[in-house]
């Protein structure tokens, strides 16, 4: 026996063969969760501000002259390492020879006077023990002998201080003169001491003195005078850097705050330093902070190693972050809040597996942390699910 169909009941038989076989071919897709747990625990949170600047030596002392001179030889350039005690500048000075010898006139002379005075006392001393001179005779050689040893102390330092400016001059030699030894110190007048040699004062590297209306090159043959400043020399054994802060940060800016010093010239080398003083005037240049009063502070790494010493170079930038406050802070993941209900929760988990919701309070957040100020103590377990 046949059986027609007609073409909508097949149609209809197509339709409920094809719906089958799609349900048979559909996957069911299933989303796979884990169970994520944390010990909740105190972190260090630190709150910063950031600052640029330029390094500079940790100190800058002046090299000046001493009085009118020429140049005639130079031992150093400028960005040059020198030594402590190393002759920077020798200069020929004909003032120098006078005021030599008018110092060493004057050191013999008051040392001769010194010397009678002492002898004087002496005697007048021994006659007042045994009531032999009045006091005030006593008082007055007394006196006499105090007055010359200040005027002999005064002259011995004036001498050894310009002795200390003069090349090939014997400082033991010169002390031990007295005016009887008359050939021998006029010997040593009659000797050239126009040569005057400035010496660097502490360890550092040789930098340009400021500029003003009467500075010029400083070179061999050059005229100098008095007081000039010829150069800076500056003490690398740490660094400073000046920092500009806007007046609506000025007020959490305090001395002795703690920052580190990092720079792109040396990745690798975090430089511990303190903010060590801050101007109390602002600065209102234009273009400084789009014309709004700024503050300078500065800020000094006290020390350096040999390494980041020979690393690091005057005149480099350098970011500086100071260390406004560190808290402790009890700061979870983000994921482990519920944030879908009007309370804030979280999942805390008991010893015996018990897992109880608790309401939390929250502060400041990060990328993935937020903090809890309220509702969680360190110790707890807490626990979340992740897809």
Same mark, same amino acid.
């Given at each position: 026996?046949?059986?027609?169909?007609?073409?909508?009941?097949?149609?209809?038989?197509?339709?409920?063969?094809?719906?089958?076989?799609?349900?048979?071919?559909?996957?069911?897709?299933?989303?796979?969760?884990?169970?994520?747990?944390?010990?909740?625990?105190?972190?260090?949170?630190?709150?910063?501000?950031?600052?640029?600047?330029?390094?500079?030596?940790?100190?800058?002392?002046?090299?000046?002259?001493?009085?009118?001179?020429?140049?005639?030889?130079?031992?150093?350039?400028?960005?040059?390492?020198?030594?402590?005690?190393?002759?920077?500048?020798?200069?020929?000075?004909?003032?120098?020879?006078?005021?030599?010898?008018?110092?060493?006139?004057?050191?013999?002379?008051?040392?001769?006077? %010194?010397?009678?005075? /002492?002898?004087?006392? $002496?005697?007048? #001393?021994? @006659?007042?023990?045994?009531?032999?001179?009045? &006091?005030? =005779?006593?008082?007055?050689?007394?006196?006499?002998?105090?007055?010359?040893?200040?005027?002999?102390?005064?002259?011995?330092?004036?001498?050894?201080? %310009?002795?200390?400016? /003069?090349?090939?001059? $014997?400082?033991? #030699?010169? @002390?031990?003169?007295?005016?009887?030894?008359? &050939?021998? =110190?006029?010997?040593?007048?009659?000797?050239?001491?126009?040569?005057?040699?400035?010496?660097?004062?502490?360890?550092?590297?040789?930098?340009?003195?400021?500029?003003?209306?009467?500075?010029?090159?400083?070179?061999?043959?050059? @005229?100098?005078?008095?007081?000039?400043?010829?150069?800076?020399?500056?003490?690398?054994?740490?660094?400073?850097?000046?920092?500009?802060?806007?007046?609506?940060?000025?007020?959490?800016?305090?001395?002795?705050?703690?920052?580190?010093?990092?720079?792109?010239?040396?990745?690798?080398?975090? @430089?511990?330093?303190?903010?060590?003083?801050?101007?109390?005037?602002?600065?209102?240049?234009?273009?400084?902070?789009?014309?709004?009063?700024?503050?300078?502070?500065?800020?000094?790494?006290?020390?350096?190693?040999?390494?980041?010493?020979?690393?690091?170079?005057?005149?480099?930038?350098?970011?500086?972050?100071?260390?406004?406050?560190?808290?402790?802070?009890?700061?979870?993941?983000?994921?482990?809040?519920?944030?879908?209900?009007?309370?804030?929760?979280?999942?805390?988990?008991?010893?015996?597996?018990?897992?109880?919701?608790?309401?939390?309070?929250?502060?400041?957040?990060?990328?993935?942390?937020?903090?809890?100020?309220?509702?969680?103590?360190?110790?707890?377990?807490?626990?979340?699910?992740?897809?």
């Amino acid at each position: 026996m046949r059986y027609l169909l007609s073409k909508s009941s097949l149609l209809a038989l197509v339709i409920i063969c094809c719906s089958g076989a799609l349900t048979g071919c559909k996957e069911t897709k299933k989303v796979v969760t884990h169970k994520e747990s944390l010990i909740v625990s105190q972190t260090n949170n630190t709150e910063r501000l950031f600052f640029s600047g330029e390094i500079k030596p940790l100190k800058e002392t002046a090299i000046s002259i001493v009085m009118d001179a020429k140049v005639i030889k130079l031992n150093f350039n400028f960005g040059n390492i020198v030594k402590k005690g190393d002759v920077l500048i020798e200069l020929d000075s004909p003032q120098q020879q006078k005021e030599y010898d008018e110092a060493l006139t004057a050191y013999l002379k008051s040392k001769d006077d %010194l010397d009678v005075a /002492l002898a004087k006392f $002496s005697g007048t #001393e021994s @006659l007042w023990k045994e009531k032999l001179v009045a &006091e005030n =005779v006593f008082k007055s050689d007394k006196s006499t002998l105090f007055t010359n040893k200040i005027a002999f102390f005064q002259a011995k330092t004036k001498l050894l201080t %310009l002795a200390k400016r /003069l090349k090939g001059i $014997s400082t033991k #030699e010169m @002390l031990n003169l007295s005016l009887s030894d008359f &050939e021998h =110190v006029k010997e040593i007048l009659n000797q050239n001491k126009n040569r005057i040699v400035i010496r660097a004062p502490h360890d550092g590297i040789m930098l340009l003195p400021p500029k003003n209306e009467d500075s010029h090159e400083l070179r061999v043959g050059s @005229l100098v005078k008095a007081s000039d400043v010829v150069a800076l020399i500056g003490d690398i054994s740490g660094l400073a850097i000046t920092i500009k802060i806007p007046e609506i940060n000025i007020d959490k800016i305090k001395t002795g705050m703690l920052a580190e010093v990092t720079g792109i010239a040396f990745p690798n080398i975090i @430089l511990k330093s303190v903010v060590q003083s801050i101007n109390a005037q602002a600065n209102t240049s234009p273009g400084d902070s789009g014309g709004l009063p700024i503050f300078t502070a500065k800020v000094v790494v006290p020390s350096l190693t040999k390494v980041q010493e020979a690393l690091i170079k005057v005149g480099m930038s350098a970011s500086v972050n100071v260390i406004l406050k560190e808290r402790s802070m009890i700061m979870i993941p983000i994921k482990a809040v519920n944030l879908h209900s009007a309370d804030v929760t979280v999942m805390l988990e008991e010893q015996n597996g018990k897992q109880t919701k608790v309401n939390v309070e929250t502060g400041i957040s990060t990328n993935d942390k937020v903090q809890i100020i309220k509702g969680l103590k360190v110790g707890d377990r807490i626990v979340w699910t992740e897809e």
